[in-house]
């Protein structure tokens, strides 16, 4: 774990508002990183109770102590290829904003790694990758010991017309 | 419209001081509608005139705080007014109280602006002041072509000012965020149907342990009470609304040109305050209807032997965990050959079919159904009993329709106490459970097989009682392996939706059970064919089907 001094981190929170203390995870073998102020909870796999109809990224709803809240694989949702659960995997309730209504979200992660402290001097703007590579929800690259971390807008990741994809025109729409 | 930008002083930067002065100032305009009513009815009423003046002082006083400045200029010049007729030197008349109702609905108005500034963070829009400013002004200033005032409106005394400042301060009460108040109810459900659990659990054993029976006896006593008290924080009695039905009824009679004397029965019942929210569009198209459709003008009245004064009446009543609503009135009544004329015109009926007269007032809860021979600004254009029938269904209610021709119709409303919990019965398919509402479940049997037909080889049918209805796979449907695609081996459950009853095939029934509907989270709203999700006893989630969602065209 890094030994920055509290001093340190907030001359760099001044400097860029992308620094702050950061949950990193895996999903095979990049690192990624979320703000750690957007986490509530990280729990093991549960059972996840499948919704029909929905993009396959979208598991199901579990049971958050008496709260009903949706589950999202971020190796699905990534496009990456399907993983069976282990031991390790794990679930990341997240607290996202949409629309200025706060809702909370599992994320299916392989594995969760640490907290980090990023400092200004440790973040990158995302590379261009060329053409068509629409990457709205990376918000920067971290190199910390020598390693990749993938910074993540997780509102962004969850914006909800990706998520479900479903918001069709009801037919019964008041007239 | 033209519309001046709202100036700010920095105290109104502040969002929470603003969510104050928007719920205060709200809570006194809907006093203030009220006592306008009453003050319409008898122009002598003085404590409405000093209930309606003392809502308006404070919300100019909060506005004046927060550097509201239009928000103060329109509540002191009401106010002004107000005071005239106070101290005995202006007499109200009808016209006054419509310029003051206007004024009180700019207001309304404004806070909705203020409100969206808070969410958005865009500086609000008003509405243009200039013309109400003046037309209150007027008010002031002709005053002294009025009439003398009556001597009530001049004999105040303080002392009647003091015993209403009382009793409006009379109840304790605290303001409680109602998301706070939601959780609560929720898990208060949570509580009752875990501790029924416990209760019912093998494992225990009851029979031998009186202790732990009449402990477990007193935790359903202490848990029932809990409910109870959960659930009534969150009802509020349906006096706000009726009350809002006096001013639309005000409204309809200057323009229709009827009039009406409209009877409130009934207003402290209570119940859960989203179904009272909901309830406010269906009864105000149902007042409307019984208004401009029912009643028939003064001169046609005195013609048929009526009072030349129409009567519509409200009534809420509790009936065994049920509330029922009623709209009445003593008009014509519905007339099934015009009613049959209009379906036949408009397709809703078979050319020769002869309908029941209970049929034919149904087909008012059709889309675009009006019999209404010209468009009026109040009605014609056949919306509105179909949203009612929709946001009754919508409530899990029922709508039943009574009439006899030229003594009046009355429209029925039949709605749960709570829209939270629900009975369910929890059905197996391929695995999964999910839950099926109760009230929805007409009957459930196992078919047999020379009961059950198929059309071109591909929809199916099965023969219930000589009716032939459609069967939903829910499988199929939600794209799951049941355990038996033979009919014969699974549970056909009969339905209804859009009024068609229809049969949905499951595996197997597991049980039944009371739920707490949960909403599955922004992003899931849309699911067709389920309505939400709720713990189950084994801290599952279960799906809660929607037979309305299940039946008709496949999901795109």
Redesign the interface.
Known sequence: MPSTSVTVSENAARTDPRAGKYLTFALGKEEFAIPVLRVREIMGVQEITRVPQTPAHVKGVINLRGKVIPVVDLRLKFGMAEREYTARTCIIVVQTEQDGAKMLTGVVVDEVSEVLNMQAGDIEDTPEFGRGVATPYLVGMAKIKGKVKILLDINLVMSAQDLHGLTRCTDDAIA | MAETPLQLNELASDPELVNDFIVESREHLTTVELQLLALDQDPANVEALHAIFRGFHTIKGLAGFLGLDSIQEIAHEIETVLDLARNGSLQITPAHIDVILAGKDWLNQSLAALEEMI?SGKPPALGRTAELLASIRLMAKKRDEEDPVPAALSALSPAQETRETEAAGGSHSIKVDTQKLDFLV??VG?MVIAQSLVKHDPDLALGGKPRLTRNLAQLARITADVQRTAMSMRMIPIRQLFRKMSRLVRDLCRKTGKQVELELIGEETELDRSIVENLADPLMHMVRNSIDHGLETPEDRVRAGKDATGRVTLRAAHQAGFILLEVSDDGRGLDPQKLLRKAREKGLIEKDAQPSDDELFNVIFA?GFSTAEQLTSVSGRG?GM??VK?QIIKLRGKIEIVSTAGKGATFFLKLPLTLAIIDGLLVGVGG?HFVMPIFAVREMFRPSQDALSTVENREEMVLVRGALLPIVRLHR????RPKSENLAESLLIVTEAHGKRFCLVVDELIGKQEVVI???????R?????A????LGD?????ILDP?GLF??A??
């Open positions: 969410h929720d898990m949570e889309p919306v179909d949203v929709k999964e449907r939600f794209g799951m949960k909403s599955l989270g922004e992003s899931l849309n699911v067709r064919g389920v939400g999700g709720a713990i801290g599952r989630v279960g799906l309305e008709g065209k999901a795109a």
